[in-house]
């Protein structure tokens, strides 16, 4: 991994006014990456010919604002310089629902630990997860057990991990929720922020809380009928 916060000053405002917005994109990328092969296009981040595919969940929606668009970047800059695809890819869980939680929550660390002189990627990052969770809630999809489970453990992931504060409203949706799993995840959200700046050690913390999302989402599943199902296809969680 490499460690951003040794690295030069980055001016990322020159680059905004200098270049159409394509090139600008390509460029935030390729300043915070350090990487020449690095382009973004038509949605779709690329090294040289090469797709770099966006798992997360928060990163499967491509049609926002430019503010939540350039967070996205930002983001994915950020998963390529501080974590090991490789060691991410050696823990990756069978099931669907446990695997892109396990890679959601390998994106939040990533950009988590973004530097301090860097507040407009912080906040871009921000305005983009908060975009997808108002997307997310404004489906519907927190009106049934499944969307309000992953949505509850999202939210509570994010929050911990960046220290961003959960709005009103969303914490109203998931009071009840996350009352009823804070004594089984309590201490696997501990877990989650002190091992935040080592991959290594968030694996076993991350898997954790991945797994029990999907035995509660099966749990779920077999007890609320068809209609439940659907929600965990939607909204990056497909």
Known sequence: QVLITTRPAINLDSLATSTSTADRDSAVIRTLTRDPLMQWSGGILYRGAAVIALHAAHHSERGSPQSCQRGLIDGASLRMI???????????????????????????RCESLAPDDLPGVKQNMAN??????????????????????????????WSRLTRQPIADDFSDLMESTRAAMSTELGHIFVDLVQAREEQARFIAPSLALANWVARAVATVESTAGASQRKVSRRNGFS
């Open 82 to 108: 501080l974590s090991d695809a490789d060691l991410h890819q050696q823990h990756n869980p069978e099931h669907d629902i446990a695997r892109l939680m396990y890679e959601l929550l390998e994106q939040l």
């Open 128 to 157: 983009h997860f908060l975009q997808w969770a108002r997307e997310f809630a404004d489906s519907g999809l927190t009106e049934t057990n499944v969307g309000v489970l992953i949505f509850t453990v999202a939210l509570t992931s």
